[in-house]
C-alpha cells in the first residue's frame, strides 16, 4: 500500500508558489479595487471661484484725469477685489474707446490672469480725440460683450465697468444699439455698472438706463475719479521687497516658452521703472495675495512647480533649465529651489504684514478727513461686494484697500 502523506518538501514548495502569487497579484487587486471604488463613487471637485472684469473705457480728451486715476488705483482694485473669503481666482481686460473719426473706435484686450501686461497696455493709452460730444459707446459695449473670451461657466462673477463722460451715439448706421447688447448679456451673465466721469447732463440718463438694462448699478465721480491718494511710509519699502520678491523667480522652458517670460519680465521691468512708489506698493500687496499668485509667476515658473509637485526636476531637459542652474548636479539645483522657496514665503509673509499696517495707517488718514464714500475705490467696491455674492463670492464689512 502506497504512503498517502505528501512529502514535506513538496508542501512547502507549494507554500512559496501560492505566496508570491498573492504577493505579486497585490497590486494588480488593489488597482481593480481603486477602479470600481472610483467608478461607483466619483470625486467631487474642489470648487473654485473666479472674477472676469472688464473696463469699458472712453480714452477721448476729457477723460485725462479719470485715466490718470484709473492708473494709479487699479492695483487697489484688484487687491479688495482679492480679499473675499474664498481668494478667487481673477481675470481682467479692458476696452478703449473714442469714436469714429478718431484714431480707432475701439481696443480691445482679452481678459488675462496676467495683469501685468494689461496694466502695460493702459500706460500706453493717451486721452485724445473726442470732442464733439457723443462717443461711439454702443460699439464698445458690443465689443466688450462679444470679442472679449467670457467664461461659460454661470457660477463665474463676470462685471464690466462702463467708464466715460459722454452718452452715445445713437444716431449711426450700422451699429447695434446699446439695449439688444445688453440683452445679450444678461443672457450670459454679464453684470453691467456704468460709472460716469463729471456731470454732463445728457449723460445721466443713458448711463443710468444702461446699468439698469445691464443688471448693474450707476455711479457719479469727478473728473479725477475722487480718488484715495495717501501716501504712506510704508510704501517705499514695500516696493523694495516687491523687487526682491520678484528675483526668487525662476524660469524653465524651450524657446517659444522663454519668449512669452521674457515679454513678461520686460513688462514687469517697465511697471518698476514708470509707476509711482505708491502704485508699486499696491501692486506687491496684490502679488502676495492667493489671487495674485499667477500674475506674479507667469507661466513655467520652476520653483512653483517643482516645490508644488507639479513637476519633477529630473524630467526637465538641463538645457530648458535656468542658466544659473544648469550645470550644478541635480542635488545642489534642488538645495537652490529650496532656499528660494523658503525666501519666497518670508518675502510674502513681510509684504502682507506692511500692506495691513498701510491699510490701518490709509484708513485712519481717510476716516480723519470724512470717509471715502464718493471715491472710484469705494463705489467699485460696493458693487462688486453686492453683486459677487450671487456666486458664493463673499467679502467682510471692511472698506476697499487703496
Not at 38 to 49: C, F, L
Not at 367 to 388: C, M, N, P, W
Amino acid at each position: 500500500m502506497k504512503n498517502s502523506n505528501l512529502n514535506p518538501r513538496i508542501i512547502a514548495l507549494a507554500l512559496v508558489i501560492a505566496t508570491a502569487t498573492g504577493i505579486a497579484l497585490f497590486p494588480m487587486i488593489k488597482q481593480a479595487q481603486a477602479i470600481q471604488q472610483t467608478s461607483t463613487t466619483p470625486a467631487v471637485p474642489a470648487q473654485s471661484h473666479r472674477i472676469e472684469v472688464v473696463f469699458i473705457l472712453d480714452t477721448t480728451s476729457s477723460m485725462s484725469g479719470l485715466i490718470e486715476a484709473a492708473r494709479e488705483k487699479i492695483w487697489s482694485i484688484a487687491t479688495t477685489m482679492a480679499s473675499a473669503q474664498e481668494n478667487p481666482d481673477i481675470r481682467m481686460g479692458l476696452v478703449a474707446f473714442r469714436d469714429r473719426g478718431d484714431a480707432y473706435i475701439t481696443r480691445v484686450f482679452d481678459l488675462s490672469e496676467d495683469l501685468d501686461s494689461m496694466y502695460a497696455n493702459l500706460m500706453d493709452l493717451r486721452a485724445e480725440g473726442g470732442g464733439d460730444g457723443p462717443e461711439s459707446v454702443n460699439q464698445a459695449l458690443y465689443d466688450a460683450i462679444h470679442k472679449v473670451s467670457w467664461s461659460q461657466d454661470s457660477n463665474v462673477y463676470k462685471v464690466a465697468f462702463l467708464v466715460g463722460d459722454a452718452p452715445p451715439h445713437m444716431d449711426y448706421h450700422n451699429d447695434v444699439k446699446y439695449p439688444v447688447t445688453l440683452a445679450a448679456a444678461k443672457r450670459r451673465g454679464i453684470v453691467i455698472n456704468t460709472i460716469q466721469s463729471g456731470q454732463h447732463q445728457y449723460t445721466r440718463p443713458a448711463w443710468q438706463e444702461i446699468a439698469a438694462l445691464g443688471q448693474g448699478e450707476y455711479f457719479q465721480v469727478e473728473d479725477s475719479g475722487n480718488a484715495v491718494a495717501v501716501a504712506t511710509p510704508f510704501d517705499e519699502k514695500l516696493s523694495t521687497l516687491a523687487a526682491e520678491l520678484e528675483a526668487t523667480r525662476l524660469y524653465y522652458g524651450d524657446a517659444d516658452t522663454r519668449e512669452k517670460q521674457q515679454a513678461k519680465l520686460d513688462a514687469n521691468a517697465r511697471l518698476r521703472e514708470e509707476l509711482s512708489t505708491e502704485a508699486l506698493a499696491r501692486r506687491s500687496a496684490y502679488n502676495a495675495t492667493a489671487s495674485g499668485k499667477k500674475n506674479f509667476l507667469g507661466e513655467s515658473e520652476l520653483v512653483d512647480a517643482v516645490t508644488s509637485g507639479r513637476v519633477e526636476l529630473d524630467e526637465i531637459r538641463r538645457e530648458d533649465l535656468p542658466a544659473s542652474i544648469q550645470m550644478m548636479a541635480p542635488a545642489e539645483a534642488m538645495g537652490v529651489i529650496t532656499e528660494q522657496a523658503k525666501r519666497r514665503d518670508a518675502l510674502k509673509q513681510e509684504i502682507r504684514a506692511l500692506s495691513e499696517s498701510r491699510n490701518r495707517y490709509i484708513k485712519q488718514k481717510v476716516d480723519a478727513e470724512g470717509g471715502a464714500d464718493d471715491s472710484l475705490d469705494e463705489k467699485i467696491y460696493r458693487a462688486v461686494k453686492g453683486q459677487a455674492a450671487s456666486v458664493g463670492i463673499n467679502y467682510e464689512a471692511d472698506s476697499a484697500k487703496y
